[in-house]
């Protein structure tokens, strides 16, 4: 009887760890995360017939051709001028929670304008969903907030295996002497599969697949010609969500039929290989920065067990070690250390702290 009881606690225990999820408004990006990517170099490699339940996503042969990291902004801290509608709280639907910057828009047909400088903005609204609410931009150097009317609602919340929403999204503008210009989509968001992900250097998941199928028109309307030009288009994306993560762990952008795609892009999160490497679990909870974010000098503050050697190094997220000090540490004491970094590239870094074959880490933003 105990042998047949502890065989079904252990069934009861794996079936919990590897157990479909949730993804709820916690599990979303924030202003105060840090998410560095890789972008993949053979993202046509990537099956993506692969859904439904349980399934098993080997992605392990992904390959890096480089890295970025995405940072989130608060909406306070954009242009004042884009914050017209985003940072308004008698407009709850628009009043958005964080934003991030964009890309350029391509030029547009007969239009002689610039759309730069572009900042989007995202609004979580638990128990309903993930939106983009609209952003802001340069237009022909004019500073300007363009809001969706209807909402971009691209990932319900919560959002659960099995679950289906479509819905239009729209914007446009006016250009003075010139016309308009806008788009008019519907996204129709599919939760097609949860399951196991495994990315490059050991990183493995449990994961919601997301795929999102994007359809309609840009418009451009020429006043002077009483006519208007209709561009259609149909994007795919297809992300695979985890709790706690902030950004999907990969995320893959197609063209053409959702029967037929054609992967256009890819990138994943960038997972450090520490295998055969000791984590100092005691020296890694006490390590400390300040300022962090830091423009000249940061003061690393850690307490460590041991007495000795410990090497402090300082790694760019391209990989490249930047700094590398050799110090002595005091035993079951409250040790600090200086470094300058105001020589330094803008960017995000690792603190990592070196000890008798163990290893403790941080992040550090230089601005």
């Known amino acids: 009887m105990k042998k047949k009881l502890l065989l079904l606690i252990a069934i009861a225990i794996n079936t919990h760890a590897w157990a479909q999820i949730t993804i709820t408004g916690s599990d979303l990006p924030t202003t105060s995360g840090v998410y560095i990517r890789d972008n993949a170099s053979n993202a046509n490699s990537i099956d993506l017939n692969v859904s439904g339940a349980n399934a098993t996503w080997d992605y392990t042969t992904l390959a890096s ?10 909406v306070a801290s954009t242009n004042f001028a884009y914050q017209l509608y985003f940072n308004n709280p008698f407009s709850p639907n ?62 319900p919340l919560p959002c659960t295996f099995g679950v289906n929403i479509s819905n239009p999204f729209e914007w446009n503008f006016d250009i003075p002497t010139v016309g308009s210009y806008g788009q008019r989509k519907t996204r129709t968001v599919e939760v097609d599969g949860w399951g196991t992900l495994n990315l490059p250097n050991g990183g493995t998941y449990n994961t919601l697949r997301v795929k999102s199928t994007i359809e309609g028109i840009d418009s451009v309307y020429i006043s002077q010609f009483g006519f ?45 290989n520490t295998a055969g490497i000791k984590v100092n679990h005691l020296l890694n909870s006490n390590l400390n920065l300040y300022p962090n974010p830091s423009q000249e000098i940061t003061q690393i503050k850690y307490y460590t067990p041991l007495q000795g050697a ?15 000090q ?22 995000f870094y690792t603190l990592q702290i070196s000890q008798q074959g163990s290893v403790a880490s941080t992040k550090l933003v230089v601005r």
Request: charged letters at 15%.
């Open 65 to 74: 051709s480089g890295m970025d990291t995405i940072t989130y902004m608060t």
């Open 94 to 155: 628009y009043d958005s929670d964080l934003a991030i910057k964009g890309v350029d828009f391509p030029s547009i047909p007969l239009v002689p304008i610039t759309i730069t400088n572009v900042v989007n903005y995202f609004k979580i609204a638990d128990n309903d969903g993930y939106y983009q609410t609209g952003f802001g931009a340069s237009i022909s150097s004019i500073p300007a907030s363009v809001k969706y009317d209807p909402r971009d609602k691209f990932l």
């Open 228 to 272: 208007g030009i209709a561009i259609p288009s149909t994007q795919l994306e297809y992300k695979w969500y985890a709790q706690g993560e902030g950004e999907p762990l990969l995320t893959v952008n197609a063209n053409g039929s959702a029967a037929n795609p054609t992967i256009s892009a890819a990138n994943y999160k960038h997972h450090e």
């Open 310 to 324: 410990l090497t402090i190094s300082l790694i760019a997220i391209t990989g490249n070690v930047v700094l590398h």
């Open 326 to 347: 050799q110090e002595q540490s005091m035993a079951n004491t409250n040790n600090s250390y200086q470094i300058n970094v105001s020589e330094l590239p803008v960017g």
